[in-house]
């Protein structure tokens, strides 16, 4: 069954390895002395200046940087299907992403690269070491609010596939988080905050560090336009080979008043936001995970919720809509269907408006 055509979790061959601190200058480094212990506020003042935002057309996400010399470590999915990918560093400073230093869809994870000297930089630490009830520290900017700090405890280390372990937190994370560091009491980035459980209290995701480390070790630069269209051969060669029957699809038919009052950018962030959410949330499902699918396109539907001006008040009813006939059901994969028919629809009558304006 086909409904997207990016490749979240297509193979790719990275070995993990540990985390390699030699000479290089531009390798992260600790100025805390082992086995110190710090509080969340002498956390998030140590760590701050290396924790960026990360802007596409469609949306943000949190990232940190890695190296002096401008690596900047994020989700893959905060950037995916993006050309134009801006890095807002702590100083207020605007750079735009030159390349891709390397990506690993099996993991959501990148490695962007700016222009930049002599960056602060955080400290990776082996997540290996990690145990449910150690504590954590999220820093990132949820729903655009900068620099917010929380904590909680590692709840629990899941294997979700043979492959990919993920990290369960109580730490509060909210859609803008993606991509940020999780610390454990040391300082040190122990995971990147990655998902939301919706429909329970604080359950929460991120990847382990040492998925970054493997990135790190094994840099393979290529363009944003590249990394798109090689994520989105791949995927379309493997939905051919799986070949999975069409569901009864539900997609409303909306009418071209749906979208008045709103703007051209107002419905490019429409078009952006849906496009990007399919992008990531099609392959999780086409792998099997219906509910983290589900957890994306619900995640999405909401932030644009939140972004869209008062005045776009159509595709905001219609997002509602779709979210809540998905909630109401009880299969994850139905509720992945309810919530892309409702994003087909608004597709569907964006494409009939341009066509109409064209004319």
């Known amino acids: 069954m086909r409904i997207g ?4 979790l297509i193979s790719v061959a990275l070995g993990l390895v540990a985390c390699v601190r030699g000479s290089d200058p531009n390798a992260p480094g600790s100025e805390t002395a082992e086995g110190q212990k710090l509080t969340p506020a002498e956390i998030a003042e140590r760590s701050t200046p290396a924790i960026v935002s990360v802007h596409t057309e469609a949306g943000l996400g949190t990232g940190f940087v890695l190296r002096q010399d401008g690596w900047i470590v994020t989700n893959l999915h905060v950037v995916a299907g993006h050309d134009d990918v801006m890095v807002l560093l702590a100083n ?3 750079l735009p992403v030159v390349e891709v230093m390397n990506a690993s869809p099996q993991h959501d994870l990148v490695i962007l690269r700016v222009e930049a000297a002599k960056l602060p930089v955080l400290t990776l630490g082996d997540s290996d070491h990690v145990r449910p009830g150690d504590p954590v520290v999220a820093i990132g900017h949820p729903l655009g609010l900068e620099d917010t700090v929380s904590n909680g405890l590692v709840s629990a280390i899941r ?13 509060p994370i909210a859609p803008g988080s993606s991509g940020g560091p999780l610390f ?20 929460n995701l991120g990847l382990p560090a040492n998925y970054v480390n493997a990135l790190a070790q094994s ?3 290529l363009s944003l336009a590249q990394l798109s269209r090689a994520l989105r051969a791949l995927a379309e060669a493997q939905d051919k080979e799986r070949g999975r029957d069409a569901p009864e699809r539900k997609v409303p038919k909306h009418a071209l008043s749906l ?9 490019a962030m429409l078009g952006h936001g849906i496009s990007g959410a399919i ?16 957890h994306v396109y619900e995640g999405a539907a909401q932030d644009l919720e939140r972004r869209l001006p008062k005045r776009c008040a159509g595709p905001k009813r219609a997002l509602a809509e779709g979210r809540s006939r998905a909630a109401k059901l009880d299969d994850p994969s139905a509720q992945a269907w309810a919530m892309r028919d409702a994003f087909d629809g608004l597709i569907d009558v964006i494409q009939r408006k341009s066509e109409k304006d064209g004319d």
């Open 219 to 221: 840099p393979d630069p």
């Open 92 to 94: 207020g400073k605007r």
């Open 159 to 171: 294997k979700v596939q043979d492959d990919l372990v993920v990290l369960q937190i109580s730490a």
């Open 279 to 294: 992008e990531v949330g099609a392959s999780l499902y086409n792998q099997g995970n219906f509910a983290a699918c589900y």
């Open 259 to 267: 979208m008045t009052g709103c703007d051209e950018r107002a419905t």
């Open 5 to 8: 055509a990016f490749g979240l």
């Open 184 to 203: 454990n009491e040391r300082g040190e980035v122990i995971g990147v905050a990655t998902a939301i459980l919706r429909g329970g209290q604080n359950i």
